[in-house]
């Protein structure tokens, strides 16, 4: 009896070892992530149908083609790519979240209300129409120009033609202007045929994220929005936020009207709105309006039917929650009991006074309780992992689905409110001044007994479940060796069991895309480009210029250093650009010192920075003029980094 005991016992502690010696998991559920998942099912109540008769709520038409082309017949979007989503989730999908990706893929015009009317499931965002006097007044077109234009075209099909007379780009995100050239072209913007109408700094805002930081936050939109991630059970299912981003080139019209802090009443096209400023909330420029003759209250993107990022994934300044609550407090106390319907920039509409009060309330809590949570712990000595780990959930998030985590999570979003206020260290003198990954991972593996060890050690806690253990050990061995085949693996199954396992399409998103460029390689972009041709031709010369200072790299320059300066007759701008050793300074206006001038137009600079064309081809077709020390415009262009679009993340 106790010979047969100790074998069984051998048998348990050998089974990390049986493991060990086949591939791990791949597109499975285990049972931790069959069991992490059947929790979250009978802990809310997922069978609820009220979001999904106001997702349907006055359907009129859909895009019947199966997919929306870019002018170059690249694939924008396909109308049909989340039909799978439907009935029970599978293992493989947290059910709260497939509930989301449900509600997030219906698609086509909804009537909101008459003279209202939106088009969702085109994009990430929503678009909304509002019939004006004598056109079309435009919120939010969308991410690229494609599905935007189909959107309107749809509109314009089953309501009636109607030209577009303003567009309204609510706050300084992409997926919220990017598509503008879908609706209105720079020559209709140009003899003043249509308004453009932002938030006060909306395109320093722009500029700031999508140029300045752009390459990073590319790279890493891929792992946020899964932009690479085959669609269907086991990969994409949505963001939360909405289902996916559109594939094309992003566009940026500068606005012709920007609506001031302080906020302002205008009609356009004999509609009132009353705007007010929500800047340093969901986005560093946003503002959000109520239409009286409606009773409409639009919240852009502060209020919508999920828990929002605070520091997004992809890279930002970290938001301010306490600043964000009170903005919704505003518009709780000056609309709530107005507002027949509100309407967002995301998901579907709220109808009813006392639905948009309880809404407004519940996200006005949700942003407060992360804040004040996370400062108490803060207050009390808990560190930004600990904070995190014991964040909790209010009491309405058991039953407000619109305040779940799809997007943003209280245990991210409270490790950014830290963030916020104290900075990125946790106080603990020995994360400091922490040896960086590489250094430490060999030192890790070391002390582990090796490779081989270290990987008995991570299929133990995969064999247990204990993911995020297991995550830690495995990231350790790929960073200590990159070539190490098996660890590759398993780390490649222990994100999937995490991302399976994910309430948050942003988690799961970044979990497999994890997992898939462990599998795959890299090598494939993002297919949204927010630093196209068309970008940099709309931003003034000197921000461009501090973004080309960015990538300045003291290691390659190779002279002594003077002032360049640069004019553009075609755009009446001159920069003056003092580059030295170690720093590449811009500054507007000219300078008497330069010791080289060189005379271009804005549009053959950008094919300059865009590789399309080289400073010699400028030069010798005379469309490019240099004077003085063309020797300094040599050694600055050559202490520009390339780009790399493709960065690591991953491996090393």
């Given at each position: 009896?106790?010979?047969?005991?100790?074998?069984?016992?051998?048998?348990?502690?050998?089974?990390?070892?049986?493991?060990?010696?086949?591939d791990?998991?791949?597109g499975?559920?285990?049972?931790?992530?069959?069991?992490?998942?059947?929790?979250?099912?009978?802990?809310?109540?997922?069978?609820?149908?009220?979001?999904?008769?106001?997702?349907?709520?006055?359907?009129?038409?859909?895009?019947?083609?199966?997919?929306?082309?870019?002018?170059?017949?690249?694939?924008?979007?396909?109308?049909?790519?989340?039909?799978?989503?439907?009935?029970?989730?599978?293992?493989?999908?947290?059910?709260?979240?497939?509930?989301?990706?449900?509600?997030?893929?219906?698609?086509?015009?909804?009537?909101?209300?008459?003279?209202i009317?939106?088009?969702?499931?085109?994009?990430?965002?929503?678009?909304?129409?509002?019939?004006?006097?004598?056109?079309?007044?435009?919120?939010?077109?969308?991410?690229?120009?494609?599905?935007?234009?189909?959107?309107?075209?749809?509109?314009?099909?089953?309501?009636?033609?109607?030209?577009?007379?303003?567009?309204?780009?609510?706050?300084?995100?992409?997926?919220?202007?990017?598509g503008?050239?879908?609706?209105?072209?720079?020559?209709?913007?140009?003899y003043?045929?249509?308004?453009?109408?932002?938030?006060?700094?909306?395109?320093?805002?722009?500029?700031?994220?999508?140029?300045?930081?752009?390459?990073?936050?590319?790279?890493?939109?891929?792992?946020?929005?899964?932009?690479?991630?085959?669609?269907?059970?086991?990969?994409?299912?949505?963001?939360?936020?909405?289902?996916?981003?559109?594939?094309?080139?992003?566009?940026?019209?500068?606005?012709?009207?920007?609506?001031?802090?302080?906020?302002?009443?205008?009609?356009?096209?004999?509609?009132?709105?009353?705007?007010?400023?929500?800047?340093?909330?969901?986005?560093?420029?946003?503002?959000?309006?109520?239409?009286?003759?409606?009773?409409?209250?639009?919240?852009?993107?502060?209020?919508?039917?999920?828990?929002?990022?605070?520091?997004t994934?992809?890279?930002?300044?970290?938001?301010?929650?306490?600043?964000?609550?009170?903005?919704?407090?505003?518009?709780?106390?000056?609309?709530?009991?107005?507002?027949?319907?509100?309407?967002?920039?995301?998901?579907?509409?709220?109808?009813?006074?006392?639905?948009?009060?309880s809404?407004?309330?519940?996200?006005?809590?949700?942003?407060?309780?992360?804040?004040?949570?996370?400062?108490?712990?803060?207050?009390?000595?808990?560190?930004?992992?600990?904070?995190?780990?014991?964040?909790?959930?209010?009491?309405?998030?058991?039953?407000?689905?619109?305040?779940?985590?799809?997007?943003?999570?209280?245990?991210?979003?409270?490790k950014?409110?830290?963030?916020?206020?104290?900075?990125?260290w946790?106080?603990?003198?020995?994360?400091?001044?922490?040896?960086?990954?590489?250094?430490?991972?060999?030192?890790?593996?070391?002390?582990?007994?090796?490779?081989?060890?270290?990987?008995?050690?991570?299929?133990?806690?995969?064999?247990?479940?204990?993911?995020?253990?297991?995550?830690?050990?495995?990231?350790?061995?790929?960073?200590?060796?990159?070539?190490d085949?098996?660890?590759?693996?398993?780390?490649?199954?222990?994100?999937?069991?995490?991302?399976?396992?994910?309430?948050?399409?942003?988690?799961?998103?970044?979990?497999?895309?994890?997992?898939e460029e462990?599998?795959?390689?890299?090598?494939?972009?993002?297919?949204?480009?927010?630093?196209?041709?068309?970008?940099?031709?709309?931003?003034?010369?000197?921000?461009?210029?501090?973004?080309?200072?960015?990538?300045?790299?003291?290691?390659?320059?190779?002279?002594?250093?003077?002032?360049?300066?640069f004019?553009?007759?075609?755009?009446?701008?001159?920069?003056?650009?003092?580059?030295?050793k170690?720093?590449?300074?811009?500054?507007?206006?000219?300078?008497?010192?330069s010791?080289?001038?060189?005379?271009?137009?804005?549009?053959?600079?950008?094919?300059?920075?865009?590789?399309?064309?080289?400073?010699?081809?400028?030069?010798?077709s005379?469309?490019?003029?240099?004077?003085?020390?063309?020797?300094?415009?040599?050694?600055?262009?050559?202490?520009?980094?390339?780009?790399d679009?493709?960065?690591?993340?991953?491996?090393?």
């Open positions: 009896m106790i010979k047969h005991s100790l074998s069984i016992t051998a048998l348990l502690a050998a089974a990390p070892l049986f493991i060990a010696a086949g791990p998991p791949e499975i559920a285990t049972a931790a992530t069959k069991a992490a998942n059947a929790k979250i099912r009978a802990r809310l109540p997922i069978t609820d149908q009220q979001d999904f008769e106001n997702a349907n709520r006055g359907f009129l038409a859909k895009i019947e083609a199966p997919q929306i082309l870019n002018e170059d017949g690249s694939v924008a979007w396909e109308t049909g790519q989340f039909d799978f989503i439907k009935d029970a989730a599978p293992d493989t999908v947290n059910p709260s979240l497939w509930r989301q990706g449900k509600l997030n893929s219906i698609h086509g015009l909804f009537k909101v209300q008459d003279g009317y939106q088009l969702r499931g085109y994009d990430l965002a929503v678009m909304t129409l509002i019939a004006g006097k004598s056109g079309w007044i435009v919120i939010d077109p969308l991410t690229t120009p494609a599905p935007a234009k189909a959107a309107l075209a749809l509109a314009n099909e089953t309501l009636g033609q109607r030209p577009v007379q303003a567009v309204i780009f609510t706050h300084s995100h992409g997926d919220h202007f990017g503008v050239n879908g609706v209105v072209s720079a020559q209709e913007l140009q003043g045929k249509v308004q453009i109408i932002a938030p006060h700094g909306f395109l320093q805002e722009s500029i700031g994220e999508n140029v300045l930081a752009g390459t990073t936050m590319n790279r890493r939109v891929q792992f946020q929005f899964g932009t690479n991630l085959p669609v269907g059970e086991t990969g994409h299912v949505g963001t939360g936020l909405g289902q996916y981003l559109s594939k094309g080139d992003v566009a940026l019209l500068p606005p012709t009207k920007t609506i001031s802090k302080e906020g302002e009443t205008l009609s356009i096209d004999g509609i009132t709105f009353e705007f007010m400023d929500a800047g340093e909330t969901e986005a560093p420029a946003e503002l959000v309006f109520y239409l009286p003759e409606f009773k409409a209250l639009h919240t852009a993107e502060v209020v919508s039917r999920n828990f929002h990022n605070v520091l994934p992809r890279g930002a300044l970290v938001r301010d929650t306490l600043k964000w609550s009170k903005v919704i407090d505003n518009m709780l106390a000056k609309y709530g009991e107005k507002a027949d319907v509100m309407l967002a920039s995301h998901h579907w509409p709220t109808w009813g006074s006392e639905n948009v009060q809404s407004l309330k519940n996200q006005r809590g949700l942003y407060r309780y992360v804040h004040d949570q996370t400062l108490r712990q803060a207050n009390q000595g808990a560190t930004i992992h600990e904070i995190a780990e014991n964040i909790g959930e209010p009491d309405f998030a058991a039953t407000d689905f619109g305040v779940r985590d799809y997007y943003g999570t209280l245990n991210h979003n409270s950014a409110v830290y963030q916020r206020y104290f900075g990125w946790d106080g603990v003198p020995a994360h400091y001044h922490a040896l960086p990954p590489v250094q430490a991972s060999r030192k890790y593996v070391s002390a582990m007994g090796g490779p081989a060890k270290a990987l008995v050690l991570g299929q133990q806690a995969f064999t247990t479940g204990d993911y995020r253990w297991a995550a830690t050990v495995f990231n350790h061995i790929v960073f200590a060796n990159p070539a085949e098996a660890a590759k693996k398993w780390l490649a199954s222990t994100y999937e069991q995490l991302g399976f396992q994910a309430e948050a399409g942003t988690w799961r998103n970044i979990y497999l895309t994890g997992a462990l599998r795959s390689g890299n090598d494939r972009g993002s297919g949204v480009a927010t630093t196209n041709a068309r970008v940099l031709n709309s931003i003034p010369a000197v921000d461009l210029f501090d973004a080309l200072a960015a990538r300045f790299n003291p290691g390659r320059m190779t002279h002594n250093g003077g002032i360049i300066q004019s553009f007759p075609d755009r009446g701008e001159i920069v003056n650009v003092d580059v030295g170690s720093v590449m300074f811009p500054r507007a206006g000219e300078n008497d010192r010791i080289a001038q060189i005379t271009v137009s804005r549009t053959d600079f950008t094919r300059l920075l865009m590789r399309e064309i080289t400073p010699r081809d400028l030069i010798v005379g469309q490019m003029k240099v004077l003085g020390n063309v020797g300094l415009m040599a050694a600055m262009f050559g202490a520009l980094d390339p780009v679009p493709q960065f690591n993340i991953v491996t090393p």
